[in-house]
């Protein structure tokens, strides 16, 4: 898969959908105001958890549903 997608092309929604998918079936929903966008070649995901373990979790759901796109974890633990 590569990662040179056009704002908003087809390919990067489906893309996103299915990486919001894949950390909100691995977190169980516990990450609260949940965003992940495309950001410099980077996929970028945010929003708030309570544990630093959840915050994992979303890390390893993205390497599960891609390998090949930089990730960066943006979830704030409060």
């Known amino acids: 898969m590569s990662f040179a997608f056009v704002q ?3 390919q990067l929604v489906e893309l996103l959908d299915q990486v919001e ?3 909100q079936a691995r977190t169980g929903g516990r990450i609260v105001g949940l965003q992940v966008r495309m950001d410099d070649g ?4 945010s929003g708030r958890t309570s544990t630093y373990y959840n915050k ?3 890390t390893h759901a993205i390497r599960d549903a891609i390998d090949d796109v930089p990730v ?3 979830v ?3």
């Open 8 to 10: 908003s092309s087809p």
């Open 21 to 23: 998918q894949a950390v």
């Open 42 to 45: 980077h996929i970028v995901v």
């Open 56 to 58: 994992q979790l979303v």
């Open 72 to 74: 960066l974890n943006e």
């Open 76 to 78: 704030q633990v409060c």
